[in-house]
Each structure stands twice: as structure tokens, then as C-alpha cells.
């Protein structure tokens, strides 16, 4: 194999990296690290300011491959009409399921035993008890029911949830039970205590937690978003908030960061992290595992994985 990688992180802290390939390392830094016209395989810089992983992309004219080290590649989407014909875009699949799927269950059960309402009451040395929700015999909805959506179920089951339904873009069967197309959603969400949004943002996925869907969702019900943030639309659920229908815990918001101002931040019933699903200490060695094995394939010219786009 001819041609660069970038990676972002030193090759010789990637334990597995085949042999013969010329490595540089590019973590987002102003200026690159040699010619982005000879890089053949790029792993996209994780966790940057919006652009910069994009930057170097018209340039790649020999690329081959662009492997981001996330879920979702809608960061990098800017950047593929301005590659050659025929690179393949893998993304992290099965890197950020654990930690994901951990923020989801902390989130649920952080909102609805009303942990942060404890934290609140602890700083003011006040005891708050009382009955909360419990997680156990409620109906949990997971939308957007792919690797991670199954790791969240997976973290579901010990809790003696009644029932867990699952909606994906197109209908399918697991092990577990069936899985619903989204044309199912209008009938589903009306019976779900817990709603949990997964899904990856695409076109089709922008803006879906709308008023419509919002309104369909019980009194009472909790919204989790560990998607996207622009996959819920801010303004309808902001309504919905202060009228104290429902409740809401978010991992991810639109718009991201949230500025200190936002009214997010003071909406009753609402529980914020920033955009913290990914991050933790189990992410830098799968991610390192992923870049190993994937640049193994390439280096033998075996198909890659995880690949979601082919430029044409």
C-alpha cells in the first residue's frame, strides 16, 4: 500500500499497527503534518471545534478511506463531495457502546429518583424525601435501535423494565423481540414511560423529536436524548418543559455547546450533561483496537469495516 496515514495519536502509542505504512500524526493542529494530497487512509481527530476535522479533506485527492473515531460521522459530512470518487467512510461502530449506553442508564435513573433535586438539597443541607419513579415496571422506547440502542437495552434488562420497544429506519428481528420501523413511532410513544433516542443525525433525523412527537409522549414520560442534539427540536421541547408534562435528560443539545444564557438550563424538570456519552476511560483503548485492526485490513487490501458511505 502506497500513501500516508493521519492518525491522531503518536503510531507508536496504537499497539497493532501494521508494518510498511508511513504514519504521521495530525490531531487538528494548524499546520499538518505533510501533504494531505499523499494521505491514503484518514482517522478523523475526535472531539474537535466544528471544521477542523474537515479542513484537510479537499486536499486528500489519494484518499482512500476516512475512519472517524465516532458513532456518528455527521462532522465529517461536509467534507465528502470534496473527495476523489470511491473513499470509504467507517465510523466507530461498537467503540462508544458501553460508555454510551451507561450515560443513557445513569440519565434515566439519575431523572427519574431525582438525584439532581438530592445534590441540590445536599449543598443546601436540606433532606428531601419522598416517593420518586422507579425505572423498574416501566415501558422504555429506544429510537434509533443500532449497536448502541442494544447495549442501552442490554443495561435495561437487569431493572425488570415491563417492556422495551425498539424503532430503527426500517422494521427487522432480534433475538429480544421485534423491531419497529419508524412509521411505527405515532403508535409506540404513547405508551412508553421512558423514551430513549439513539439515533445518529441525518436528514431524515433532524428535527424528529418535534412538537408532534413530543405531544404524542404520556404525562409524566421522560425524554433521554444520547443521540444528537439537533435530532430534538429545542423550541417544542422547551414548551413541553415548562408546562411540566414531561421531563427530559440530555447528554447532547441543540445548540452545542449550550450557551450559559440558554433557557435549557433553567427548564423544570430537566437534567443536562455536556456531551459526555463518549468520553471515558473506555474509549482510547477500543479506539486504539479499532485503528489497529482497521489499518491491518487496508495494509492487506481485506475489506474494511464499519463502512457506512462510499463517495462517488
Known amino acids: 500500500m502506497t500513501g500516508d496515514v493521519w492518525l491522531p495519536f503518536p503510531a507508536d502509542e496504537i499497539p497493532g499497527l501494521p508494518e510498511g505504512l508511513d504514519y504521521r500524526y495530525w490531531n487538528g493542529e494548524p499546520d499538518f503534518p505533510a501533504d494531505p494530497a499523499d494521505c491514503a487512509f484518514y482517522v478523523v481527530p475526535y472531539m474537535k471545534p466544528p471544521g477542523v476535522g474537515t479542513r484537510p479533506m479537499p486536499l486528500m485527492s489519494s484518499l482512500r478511506a476516512v475512519q ?17 470518487p470511491g473513499v470509504q467512510l467507517c465510523n466507530a461502530r461498537g467503540v462508544h457502546d458501553a460508555s454510551t449506553a451507561e450515560l443513557a442508564l445513569t440519565l434515566i435513573l439519575a431523572s427519574l429518583r431525582g438525584i439532581p433535586d438530592f445534590v441540590r438539597g445536599q449543598d443546601r443541607g436540606e433532606w428531601r424525601g419522598g416517593f420518586r419513579p422507579a425505572l423498574a415496571d416501566k415501558n422504555v422506547l429506544i429510537v434509533g435501535y443500532g449497536a448502541i440502542g442494544s447495549a442501552v437495552e442490554d443495561r435495561l434488562v437487569p431493572f425488570e423494565v415491563a417492556r422495551v420497544a425498539r424503532i430503527a429506519r426500517s422494521a427487522r428481528t432480534t433475538e429480544r423481540g421485534p423491531v419497529h ?12 414511560d421512558v423514551v430513549v433516542v439513539v439515533t445518529p443525525l441525518t436528514e431524515d433525523t433532524r428535527g424528529l423529536v418535534n412538537a408532534d412527537f413530543l405531544s404524542r409522549m404520556k404525562d409524566g414520560a421522560l425524554l433521554v436524548n444520547v443521540g444528537r442534539g439537533p435530532v430534538v ?3 417544542a421541547l422547551l414548551k413541553e418543559l415548562e408546562s411540566g408534562r414531561i421531563t427530559a435528560a440530555l447528554d447532547v443539545t441543540d445548540p452545542e455547546p449550550l450557551p450559559r444564557e440558554h433557557p435549557l438550563w433553567q427548564a ?11 468520553p471515558t476511560s473506555a474509549f482510547l483503548p477500543r479506539a486504539k483496537r479499532l485503528m489497529a485492526a482497521q489499518l491491518t485490513r487496508f495494509a492487506a487490501g481485506e475489506p474494511l469495516e464499519n463502512v457506512v458511505f462510499t463517495t462517488g
Not at 181 to 192: F, I, K, M, N, V
Request: no cysteine.
Open 268 to 278: 423544570p424538570g430537566v437534567l443536562v450533561s455536556p456531551h459526555v456519552g463518549g
Open 181 to 192: 420501523p419508524l412509521t411505527d413511532l405515532p403508535a409506540l410513544l404513547p405508551e412508553a
Open 233 to 235: 427540536d429545542t423550541e
Open 68 to 84: 472517524t473515531l465516532s458513532a456518528g460521522v455527521d462532522h465529517v459530512q461536509a467534507g465528502l463531495p470534496h473527495l476523489p
